[in-house]
């Protein structure tokens, strides 16, 4: 069984068809990509999958679950997690509380227990914070632990997104572009942590970007949408010559396919 199937998923954002007939397979320990031109309907993909949107017609199937209409909360404590195009940390607090936070699904305790400070709440606030230390640990974060989120260098404030989404234990991890906006020598880095923590917690890796190096590099798969159609799937050699694609991205200046 795969991890996760589209069956025909199709989006609609009132006349316009953002994604249409989606169908997709991946296998548990995969890392594949999403790739297209702007307002090709990716972003919009993930959304449906993380329940941000209900699809319009069509079946995500999870662990052999049909998840479509289920709640984003409900879906992140299934075994999805993600990160954004654009930055989401919450930029006042500190690091450590960014990662506390995503831990939230995995706590036990109600508001009466947090107002009598009873010793379940103290325990699993304890637990927590120790967790969340040992994943700053981890990825060589602990010296931004007590620094608001937005002092950190933007390479940084990427990776803590990436290791917030590991907070709530994915097992499948979705990326929305996540070397936008970084430098070479960030997205050599982004490429090996990629790689590193695919293999260090099990996960499968789905990813949207536009930085053909990386897709290209690290992607075993790659699907290409253009216009919400699914214009091409394979490998990354072969989409790279493929003449659909280099269609779709021609005349696009800021998104060179080779
Ligand atoms: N919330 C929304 N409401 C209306 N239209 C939307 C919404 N989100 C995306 N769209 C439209 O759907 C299409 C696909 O967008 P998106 O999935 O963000 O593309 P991509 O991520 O590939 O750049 C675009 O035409 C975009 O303008
Ligand atoms: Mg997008």
């Excluded at 919009?44 to 709640?71: D, P, R, W």
């Excluded at 260098?153 to 290791?163: A, D």
Aim: glycine letters at 8%; aromatic letters at 8%; one cysteine or more.
């Amino acid at each position: 069984m795969s991890l996760i199937e589209t069956k025909n998923l199709t989006h609609y954002f009132g006349g316009l068809k953002a994604v249409g007939d989606f169908n997709l397979k991946i296998e548990a320990g995969e890392l594949v990509g999403l790739i297209g031109p702007n307002g090709a309907g990716k972003t919009t993909v993930f959304n449906l999958v993380t329940g941000a949107y209900h699809a319009s017609e069509g079946q995500i199937i999870f662990a052999g679950e049909n998840i479509v209409g289920k709640a984003p909360h409900e879906i992140t404590t299934m075994g999805i997690s993600r990160t954004f195009q654009t930055i989401r940390l919450w930029n006042e607090m500190t690091v450590l509380d960014n990662i506390k936070v995503a831990q939230h699904g995995h706590i036990h305790y109600d508001l009466k227990d947090i107002f009598l400070q009873l010793p379940r709440y103290r325990s699993q606030e304890r637990a927590i914070e120790t967790q969340a230390m040992d994943m700053l640990k981890l990825f060589n974060l602990v010296s931004y632990a007590q620094q608001p989120a937005k002092n950190l260098p933007y390479g940084q404030q990427r990776r803590v997104e990436i290791v917030r989404a590991l907070a709530s234990r994915p097992k499948l991890l979705l990326l929305d572009e996540p070397a936008a906006g970084m430098n070479p020598q960030e997205i050599e880095e982004l490429m090996v942590f990629i790689q590193s923590i695919r293999s260090e917690f099990d996960l499968t890796i789905w990813l949207i970007e536009h930085q053909m190096r990386l897709v290209m590099n690290i992607c075993e798969r790659i699907t290409v949408l253009d216009f919400g159609e699914t214009i091409a799937e394979g490998k990354p050699e072969a989409i790279q010559s493929n003449p659909k694609v280099i269609e779709a991205y021609l005349g696009v200046e800021d998104e060179e396919i080779i």
